[in-house]
């Protein structure tokens, strides 16, 4: 794909369905850790509030902390695809490599500029 050459509308439909399924695997992961709707940690009243359970709850948050800012990305990913604006980089404008949307369907910087800090 040429480095301005607009995605095609299959291969929009086809990024806008790796998008919805990473969004929603991203969803049940933080539902198994018992994250719930609201974003909060939702442990049984009756645990027991020991450093191990402590310590349990801190890596379960960490993860969840992760799931949830990978799950912005891709809910970010998903406005642009319907604003029209996805596979440009939102720095610079350029078109993204397809092959790096492959690889990152919520990437939103091209190579250039995500090598920039």
Known sequence: MANDAPLSEVDTAQFEIMLAHEQADLRGQLSELGFGADGGLNYDANFADSSQVN?????????????????????????????????????CGSTIPTARLEAMPAAQLCMTCASRP
């Open 55 to 91: 310590a349990e709850r801190g890596e379960a948050e960490a993860l969840a902390g992760e799931l949830r800012d990978t799950l912005v990305e891709v809910e970010n990913a998903i406005e642009r695809l319907h604003a029209g604006t996805y596979g440009r980089c939102v720095r």
